[in-house]
């Protein structure tokens, strides 16, 4: 059974950063995108970033672009994929939600999914 599990979300001021973290595991993922996503209150999905396994493919929203880094770990038999956020901004407030599947923007691409993690930003 495929498990994908994110964790690292929390409360943050402006201006701060976090660090969210993935765990996915149960089958291969070296051909699959690891990517991360994001849904405000009362918004659709929006993608946030992907990377593919050889660590240079990868993928952002442009709006986030020198602000978030994605990352990815396959060492192991559990892939780790991480989403640093820099510079945190109130509209960065949203669940996010760690996904593998194709390389797109589009979530519909993606099979698995976390239960997601919640990022609060606020002063």
């Known amino acids: 059974q495929v498990y994908v599990v994110e964790s690292g979300g929390g409360a943050a001021q402006p201006g701060d950063s976090l660090r969210l973290s993935c765990t996915a595991s149960?089958?291969?993922?070296?051909?699959?995108?690891l990517g991360w996503f994001r849904q405000a209150p009362g918004k659709e999905r929006e993608f946030v970033a992907y990377?593919?396994?050889?660590?240079?493919?990868?993928?952002?929203q442009d709006s986030l672009k020198g602000r978030f880094t994605i990352s990815r770990d396959d060492a192991k038999s559990s892939v780790m994929v991480y989403l640093q956020m820099n510079s945190l901004k109130p509209e960065d407030t949203a669940v996010y939600y760690c996904?593998?599947?194709?390389?797109?923007?589009?979530?519909?691409?993606?099979?698995?999914w976390g239960q997601g993690t919640q990022v609060t930003v606020s002063s």
């Open positions: 990377a593919m396994r050889d660590g240079n493919t990868t993928d952002y």
């Open positions: 149960g089958r291969t993922f070296e051909n699959y995108a």
């Open positions: 996904a593998a599947g194709s390389a797109s923007r589009l979530p519909q691409h993606y099979k698995y």
